[in-house]
Structure formats: structure tokens, C-alpha cells
RNA sequence: GGAGAGGUGGCAGAGUGGUUGAAUGCGCUUGACUCGAAAUCAAGUUUAGGGUAACACCUAACGGGGGUUCGAAUCCCCCCCUCUCCGCCA
């Protein structure tokens, strides 16, 4: 959610910044609402003001002693009931004009960070920097789902009879290695200060609400009609709910949490994309990293995130490059975000593996996750800050296609050795 | 699925129509006493919106919504949630 003062302060300099995600947004009308708003509130508190007045005086005198049938006593009564029909009119105009306030700016996305290129769309995005040499292959290099169904590592067809298109299993080696690579990041993060949760895997339309993924993108979310439950397409989404209309102190922050779940995407609107393999699937596995931070240290916590996410990538020696969003092609709910890429060489190109984001305090405002120090007076919203950390299937499928040898096998990554006790998937493996 | 109990401030827990935003206890903050601490005493300690230069001040909120009343945490109706026991079940 935005921040309403700010806009109210400084309309001009807001939607200009807002502006430049690109597209309209119905400002004007939100300012008109507030204000319409803001006018009906104080007449309706006047109104109550003197009606509660005359609660207290006609309550006074009964006590006193003074008959309930006393003229002066009734005339109160008139009054009260007289302000009571004028409330019931502006009640339901104030409730309404608040409704579609509300409902309004649930759709308008955050502000994009001052710091944050200014793009149209994702071509305009800018590389921040590479890590690792891009293993270019000599001969042709099989693209990661061949390898995997030539060594056995998963089953598509029957995966379509037992679910759908866009399942997969995994299988024997497979299997396991995706297991190995949740638990080798899992383990990781635990070491650098991450504290490991595992959360529901439905959620509530509060939950989704709160971090913006409804209202706007209902249609890319599982949902279990008869339940008011959505299965999450994110780990982001129970996580930062934890503390939803929480007060924290001060001293609590910053908080760290990691988490594997499965995540569920329609992936509505993606047809025809992405169809083999691992890439852009119904189901996948994620590692997931978020924070609650102090809004002054959020740019800092931000950068340290993406450094805790490359880490993985750098451990497992995966080359990938980092890739500053422009303001184009930034996520609803984000002001700043980075975006890791693995090299996958059998298409010659980067994908993304991790999308590390900072979200000021716009989930914050949604989920009412504040925080207040020992003397102070009023609240503040927290920061909340995510990534993955990373997404399984497609490092499984940068493994697969980075680590294949001459002979047809895969070599294991030396940090995963220890996990899958070998030092090569090959098609006997399993 | 069946039966019952309950949802009040950071926590515990009173409160069945009247000046109760809410007793009391715990916790916390500040002050006094003390060399310091403990103990003790005193004061303070919810959130949101509006309003103000800043205070003051006003409004709302006792799970949510509606109703009765001059007045509701308290009475009535509907809904939601939690807990316990039984059944079923990984």
C-alpha cells in the first residue's frame, strides 16, 4: 500500500515518480476520495462528539434522581435521537467513499526507489556485475532436459497423467539431488544468521492481500474455492504474514528468516513459453530468504541479501551475473530489485534464478507489520525485504547442463559431494 | 463429523446498560529513597483516524457485522475464529 500523506503532501512529485513504472494511475481520484473522506469524518465526529455529550448528561441526571419523564430530560432525547438520523445519513456515504478508497489503492503498485533505472521494459534493465567463467561448450552442449531424462533423473509423461502439463517428478538421482541442493542452501543461510521456518503451504486471502498479490493477480494463484485458502506461490507470502498486525520492539529487528517450500503457479498467460523442462513449472521447489528490517538500514540489508543469495551460486560455482530492474519491469509490490541469473549454457544465455527485492514499506502497510523503540511515541512501519535463495529446479537444471561431462554423466559440485555421497550422477546411479 | 467452553489492553484476569478506554495483578518506563542494587512508594504505560506550528482537543475500537436504547464490553440477531472431549485419520 501506498503511503496516502505522502501523496496527499505532494501529489505532483508522487506521480511522477510513480510515473515512470510506466502506465496510469488514477491519482486524482484517490485525492478526491480522501478528501471527501476526510470532510465526512469530521462532520460525523461532531455529530457523535455532541451525542455522546448528551449520553453523559442524560445518564447524570437519572442518577441524580431527576424522573426519566422530566421535559428537560426528553428534550435531550429529541436531540439525540434527532443527530442519530443525521448519522445514520452520512454513515453509509462515509462507509462507502472509504470502500472504494480502499479498494482503489490496493491497486496501484509501490514507488519505485529514487535509486532504481528508469526503464520501459526488461530490455532496459541494467547488469550490475558477473561472476564466473561462462562455460562455453565446444561441442554441443545438451540442453539440461535431455540430460536429465537420458540419466533417468525425472518422469514427465506419467506426471502429466497424474497431475497435469507443467508437473514434473523427479526420480531416483533426481530426486535426490534436488533434496540435496534444498538442503545444502537450507543449511547455508542457517550458518549465516537465517532463522529456518517451515510454514503453511495455504494461505489465507489476508495473507495474499498483504503482500500484494491480491487483489491484482488473483488469476496466477491455486485457490481452494470452498475455503478461503490459496495455495502459496511463494514462501514470501507465509513468511512475512508471521508478523502481520504485529507491534515489534525495536531491539527485535532485523529479523531473518529462510525457508523450502513448494511453491504453485497458474502461469496463466506463459503459454507456449518455457514448455520443456525445469524452467516454468505448476509446481517447484524454492528456498526462500526474507527480512524485517529498520527502514534506515533496508538499502544495506537489501544489498546483503543478494550477496547471501550469490553465495549459493558462487559455492556451487555456477556462473551468473546480477541485473538491476528498471523501473519498467519491477515487481507490483517492489521499489528496488535485483534480479540473479545462472548461465545455462545449451541456450546460450542467463535466467533468472532469484529475484532479491526490497519493498520499503508497502507490504509493511498492507500486512500492519510496525515496530516501536522503548521511548518512542508512535509506530513505524518495518521494511520487508525478499529473495530466493534460490529456486531448486532451475539450479538443478544449471547443474545439470554446466557440470555435464564428455562421457554423458554429471559431475556433483564439490558442496554437494558430502549430501549425495558421489561424485557423479551417471545413468547406472540410480 | 458429534458435544461443550470461550474470544476484553503486552500478558493474566474483572466487569451484565450509565460519566469504563476499561478494576486488579504482572510486566515495562520515569521519579523518590539508596554509594549502588533489591525492596518500598509515587506517577505514567493501547492503537488508528481527524485536528494543531506544536500542545490541547474530537472520533472510533472489548473477535466481525447488524439491531434495541438518550446511552452497550454489558441486552437481542447473524457470522468468524480458538480451545477441550469424543469419532475419524497421516
Not at 527485535?252 to 524452467?279: M, N, V, W
Not at 539450479?395 to 556433483?412: F, P
Amino acid at each position: 500500500m501506498i503511503d496516502l500523506k505522502q501523496l496527499r503532501e505532494n501529489p505532483q512529485a508522487f506521480g511522477d515518480r510513480l510515473r515512470r513504472r510506466g502506465g496510469d494511475f488514477d491519482l486524482e481520484r484517490i485525492l478526491e476520495l480522501d478528501a471527501q473522506q476526510r470532510q465526512l469524518e469530521q462532520q460525523r465526529s461532531r455529530l457523535q462528539a455532541r451525542s455522546n455529550e448528551i449520553g453523559a448528561l442524560v445518564g447524570r441526571k437519572i442518577k441524580s434522581g431527576v424522573p426519566p419523564t422530566d421535559p428537560e430530560i426528553q428534550a435531550l432525547k429529541t436531540e439525540a435521537n434527532d443527530l442519530k438520523q443525521q448519522l445514520s445519513d452520512l454513515e453509509p456515504q462515509e462507509r462507502q467513499l472509504k470502500e472504494e478508497l480502499e479498494r482503489l489503492l490496493l491497486t496501484i503498485p509501490n514507488l519505485p526507489s529514487e535509486t532504481t533505472p528508469i526503464g520501459r521494459d526488461e530490455t532496459e534493465n541494467v547488469e550490475v556485475r558477473r561472476w564466473g567463467d561462462e562455460y562455453k561448450p565446444t561441442q554441443p552442449c545438451q540442453p539440461h532436459w535431455d540430460i536429465a531424462t537420458q540419466l533417468g533423473l525425472w518422469e514427465v509423461e506419467r506426471s502429466v497423467k497424474v497431475a497435469q502439463s507443467r508437473f514434473v517428478t523427479l526420480w531416483g538421482m533426481g530426486a535426490a539431488l534436488e533434496r540435496a541442493l534444498i538442503q545444502f542452501m537450507l543449511d547455508t543461510h542457517r550458518e549465516r544468521g537465517y532463522v529456518e521456518v517451515l510454514p503453511p503451504l495455504l494461505v489465507n486471502t489476508a495473507s495474499l492481500t498483504a503482500t500484494g498479490q491480491l487483489p491484482k493477480f488473483a488469476e496466477e494463484s491455486f485457490r481452494c474455492a470452498d475455503d478461503d485458502l490459496w495455495l502459496i506461490p511463494t514462501a514470501e507470502v507465509p513468511l512475512t504474514n508471521l508478523y502481520r498486525e504485529e507491534i515489534l520492539a525495536a531491539e527485535q529487528l532485523p529479523i531473518y528468516h529462510c525457508a523450502y517450500t513448494p511453491c504453485f503457479r497458474r502461469e496463466a498467460g506463459s503459454y507456449g513459453k518455457d514448455t520443456r523442462g525445469l524452467i516454468r513449472l505448476h509446481q517447484f521447489n524454492k528456498v526462500e530468504l526474507v527480512k524485517f528490517v529498520h527502514p534506515e538500514t533496508s538499502a544495506a540489508e537489501h544489498e546483503a541479501l543478494v550477496a547471501d543469495a550469490e553465495f549459493i551460486l558462487q559455492a556451487l560455482k555456477l556462473p551468473y551475473r546480477v541485473v538491476e530492474l528498471c523501473t519498467g519491469d519491477l515487481g507490483f509490490a517492489a521499489m528496488k530489485c535485483y534480479d540473479l541469473e545462472v548461465w545455462l549454457p545449451a541456450a546460450g544465455c542467463y535466467r533468472e534464478i532469484s529475484s532479491c527485492s526490497n519493498f520499503g514499506d508497502f507490504q509493511a502497510r498492507r500486512a500492519k507489520i510496525r515496530f516501536k523503540g522503548a521511548k518512542q511515541k508512535g509506530t513505524q512501519f518495518v521494511h520487508t525485504l525478499n529473495g530466493s535463495g534460490l529456486a531448486v529446479g532451475r539450479t538443478m537444471a544449471a547443474i545439470l547442463e554446466n557440470y555435464q561431462q564428455a562421457d554423458g554423466t554429471v559431475r556433483v559440485p564439490e558442496v554437494l559431494q558430502p549430501y549425495l555421497k558421489c561424485s557423479h550422477i551417471g545413468r547406472a546411479a540410480s
